[in-house]
């Protein structure tokens, strides 16, 4: 390893979920669509355990915003985008 080479903190997506106080569904989904990075372990095509790049999503999160185009309505329980 390169000398000042940094490892980021990596923990599973349960552990990282209740860390940032997301569900284990919203952890899960932004691995799946690459907007926080993510390892699997284990041998390819296994369902080996994921860690999440826990710095890459405090990074994620400290950035995000809200845009007009992600309001929506809720009602009586029911999220209607517009």
Do not use: W
Request: hydrophobic share 40%; with cysteine.
């Amino acid at each position: 390893m390169e000398k000042g080479t940094r490892i980021p903190r990596m923990e599973d997506m349960k552990t990282a979920a209740a860390l940032f106080g997301l569900s284990y569904y919203a952890t899960r989904q932004l691995v799946l669509s690459g907007k926080v990075p993510a390892i699997r372990l284990g041998v390819e095509g296994s369902r080996g355990k994921i860690l999440v790049n826990c710095d890459a999503l405090a990074s994620f999160l400290s950035t995000s915003k809200i845009s007009s185009e992600d309001k929506h309505d809720v009602i009586e329980g029911i999220r209607i985008q517009h």
